[in-house]
């Protein structure tokens, strides 16, 4: 009987590492996309009710700001890790959603500044937030043009490939950090900044660890 290898297949224990790995990361999305979910928009929520105890205008930028790094990023990245052409679509859709909303959380900061007469991008917390938007809106247009699945120009290039992975991840550690220190400007209390601080980091571990090496 002629093996696997042989027969111009991989090694069983190989090829079952890498399904036991897809299987992983799929039973990971499953048990956290909706806990994600739901810390993402509880603190959404908190942060847009926190400076005024109501709805005003700069509300919105706490709110789609954190929505877009929290619960829409971390699934994005989650689902990636799944693999698949319909995981990879779900991937981009969350992303290109997760713009829109920086965009709109930008400009209601802008705004509101204008509106109080006071100084842009006068703390780290802003440049760091203006550097994460513009690495984000990069990257989507970088996926959108070149890596698509479907029509992607570069979608064959390990050097693009390599270039989103890792630009995509220094784009999320960015705008979680962005996220924790509007936090902790809003909320100086330590044991409520624990509340968010730990999940996060917890979630930014999940994200960021690199694979386990094939034995």
Same mark, same amino acid.
């Given at each position: ?5 042989? +027969? %111009? %297949? ?26 994600? !979910? ?26 789609? +700001?954190?929505?877009?790094?929290? @619960? ?10 799944? %693999? ?24 209601? &900061? ?5 509106? +109080? ?5 006068? *703390?780290?917390?802003?440049? &760091?937030?203006?550097? /994460? &938007?513009? %690495? ?16 992607? !120009?570069?979608? *064959?290039?390990? #050097? ?19 996220? /924790? ?6 909320? @100086?209390? @330590?044991? &409520?900044? #624990?509340?968010?601080?730990? @999940?996060? !980091? ?7 660890? $690199?694979? $386990? !090496?094939?034995?």
């Amino acid at each position: 009987q002629q093996s696997s290898v042989a +027969m %111009g %297949g991989e090694p069983g224990a190989a090829a079952a590492s890498k399904m036991s790995a897809r299987e992983r990361h799929a039973a990971t999305y499953a048990r956290l996309r909706a806990p994600v !979910a739901v810390f993402g928009l509880v603190a959404a929520a908190y942060l847009a009710w926190l400076p005024a105890r109501t709805w005003v205008w700069f509300s919105g930028h706490p709110f789609t +700001m954190t929505l877009a790094a929290v @619960p829409l990023a971390v699934n994005a990245a989650l689902v990636k890790k799944v %693999g698949g052409f319909d995981n990879t679509v779900l991937h981009g859709n969350l992303l290109s959603l997760a713009v829109f909303l920086m965009l709109v959380g930008f400009y209601v &900061i802008y705004e509101n500044k204008e509106r +109080m007469n006071k100084e842009h991008y006068a *703390t780290w917390h802003a440049w &760091i937030g203006l550097v /994460a &938007i513009g %690495g984000f809106l990069g990257s989507a247009c970088l996926a959108f043009v070149g890596l698509h699945p479907q029509y992607g !120009a570069l979608k *064959t290039s390990q #050097a693009v490939r390599f270039l989103h992975r890792w630009g995509g991840r220094s784009n999320l550690v960015l705008a979680w950090v962005a996220c /924790a220190t509007g936090f902790v400007k809003l909320q @100086p209390d @330590p044991s &409520i900044q #624990a509340l968010f601080a730990v @999940p996060l !980091a917890y979630l930014a571990w999940v994200v960021l660890r $690199p694979a $386990p !090496a094939a034995k």
